[in-house]
């Protein structure tokens, strides 16, 4: 099993938050999640809509990381 982790697309801080991959590829992953990144100057808000998690292995990169 993959863990990929959560990052701040803006600020490239981690949001905290992980997801670890249970190997069905068209599985509906966190609907209606609304994440935030927590560091004092970013305000990004993030709401899950539609995500599935071939598309979040696919938008990490090798190290397990996924910039949202």
């Keep these: 099993m993959d863990r ?3 990052y701040c697309k803006q600020c490239k801080k981690s949001m ?4 670890i991959a249970s190997g069905v ?3 509906p992953v966190m609907n209606g999640v609304i994440i935030r990144c927590r560091t ?3 305000t990004r808000t993030l709401e899950f809509k539609n995500f599935t998690e ?8 090798n ?6």
């Design 54 to 61: 071939h598309g979040i292995i696919k938008m990490s990169d």
């Design 40 to 42: 004092h100057k970013c």
């Design 16 to 19: 905290k938050m992980y997801y």
């Design 4 to 6: 990929i982790e959560f």
């Design 25 to 27: 590829k068209d599985t």
């Design 63 to 68: 190290t397990g990381r996924c910039y949202l």
